[in-house]
Structures are given as structure tokens and as C-alpha cells.
């Protein structure tokens, strides 16, 4: 059974930081490229940013330069580090996993960030 968990999310205020983090099982992690997306009330879910299985990362626009995701293989394990948090970065938080090769994607259950005064 493939299981993401997140792990991570709160209330922060503008400016502020937050780790977030996904560990994976069932899966064999590092053939997986690896994402996070957020969903924020009213709106589609986004791309945030993806690690390839091979560690190259891309972010969306709105993120670059503040955000970076990382994996760590061994521990089955993607971060996404957010810095200078605003609150237009308020959102659900999703940990995704997609194998390049056969195309199966698995999701987490999601993790709350919220960036508040």
C-alpha cells in the first residue's frame, strides 16, 4: 500500500518559515519525481514545486527564491523549505509522487499553512 504523510504545516506570521516534509512508503522512492501543490479556498489546486528523480527542481514563479525542495533518498523523504512566507501563500499543501515511467501518481492527505499576523 503506498501511503505520502506530510508533515510540517501551521500558522506563521508574514515573513516567517516553515519546513515541510513527506515521507513515502510502498513505493520505490527514488525512481519517483516528486512534487508539492497547494490548493487555497476557491482555487485549483497549483504546482509549487518538483524534484526529478535525478534532482532537478523547478518552481513556480510566485515561489522562486523563497521556496526549495530537496529529497533525501535514503529516508524516503521530500522537504519544501519556505522562506519569506506571505499570506498569499495560505494554502493546503500536497505531497505528490509520479513514476516517469509507468505515469501511477500517489497523494498525501495534505497539511495546513497558514501565514498570518
Known amino acids: 500500500q503506498v501511503q505520502l504523510v506530510e508533515s510540517g504545516g501551521g500558522l506563521v506570521q508574514p515573513g516567517g518559515s516553515l519546513r515541510l516534509s513527506c515521507v513515502g512508503s510502498?513505493?520505490?522512492?527514488?525512481?519517483?519525481?516528486m512534487g508539492w501543490y497547494r490548493q487555497a479556498p476557491g482555487k485549483q489546486r497549483e504546482l509549487v514545486a518538483y524534484?526529478?528523480?535525478?534532482?532537478?527542481?523547478d518552481y513556480l514563479d510566485s515561489v522562486q527564491g523563497r521556496f526549495t525542495i530537496s529529497r533525501e533518498n535514503a529516508k524516503n523523504t521530500v522537504h519544501l523549505q519556505m522562506n519569506s512566507l506571505k499570506p498569499e501563500d495560505t494554502a493546503v499543501y500536497y505531497c505528490?509522487?509520479?513514476?516517469?515511467?509507468?505515469?501511477?501518481?500517489?497523494w498525501g492527505q495534505g497539511t495546513q499553512v497558514t501565514v498570518s499576523s
Open positions: 505528490n509522487a509520479k513514476n516517469p515511467f509507468s505515469l501511477s501518481v500517489y
Open positions: 510502498g513505493i520505490i522512492f527514488s525512481i519517483y519525481g
Open positions: 524534484i526529478s528523480n535525478g534532482g532537478r527542481a
